[in-house]
């Protein structure tokens, strides 16, 4: 199955969020997948550091002959949020270069030369998928499918500042664009990704396991989890298990059968307001109910999903 992974990397950044990387891991890990191209996009990371860790995974993953292109800085239309790469991820991975070309116009033109073949995963904000649908409309008919992780569906997270989900609440206005956009939308969201969780034993696990992958991931997996155990003191499962919100979504493709999905027309709350990014999901139950426009997840198999994930990597 031919893949673009849209994607703000951090792993590989001291002490930071890691399941972008263990979604790119994963993709190259099955031979269901064939990734064609990585596009990098201002989320966890800025762009710029998101680029260069992305290729810096390639590599390390064995595969530096996949392009990766640059993408969006900021949101769709709030240029001012550009955020440029810290002086020693520049330092450290700087030398590594991005194939030429933007993010959004190469997702359009591979997706229009190939009308129904290529599978975007989308595991960041959504300002390229939504510029490359802006920059040519047709993308969303020729696109095979969006799967995208983002949302949270059937309730929300009673966080003020943060009331939807991350990839959502950083670029409202681009998620809007690709729900409404007619593309045929798969969403992950946060309702089935906080459910499966890697812990500091699986870490252990997969550092002492002799495989360079395993070593190196399990490594910032134990970092990633210090550094959340500091930010919630009050949250003891904060520093105990993080969840792969990323890896769930390329899991979506390869075995849907992991997961229960619905039918739903969803909208998204846009505004630079207290609501930003929070999701409106019609379930369709009701007789003037809107034509759906995605489909949502809504329960994952937490046992499958983590073997069919760390038999995977461990093989890495
Ligand atoms: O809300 C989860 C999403 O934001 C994931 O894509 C993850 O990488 C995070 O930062
Ligand atoms: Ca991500």
Redo the contacts with the bound molecule.
Sequence with gaps: MRIILDT?M?MGAPGS?I??GFALALLLADDTFDVELVTSVN??IDVESGTYLSVELLERLGRPEIPVVRGAAAPIVEPDRARSAPEEVRARFGHHKAAPGFAAAEIARRVLASPGEITIVA??PLTNVAAAIALEPTVAGAVKEIVV??GVFLGHTNVRRMPG???WWVDALAARAVLRSGAPVRLVG?DV?TKVRLTREHAATMAAGGRPFGEFAGECTIAWLDRLGREHPGDPEAGRSC?M??PLAVAAISRPELLTWVPAHVDVVAADEVGRGVAITDLLAGHDAPPANATVATAVDVQAFMTYFLDRIAAL
Excluded: P, Q, S, V
Aim: proline content about 0%; overall charge negative.
């Design positions: 703000d951090a969020e399941d972008d989320g966890n595991i960041g992780m983002g989900e991350f990839n946060l990704t969840a919100h990323d």
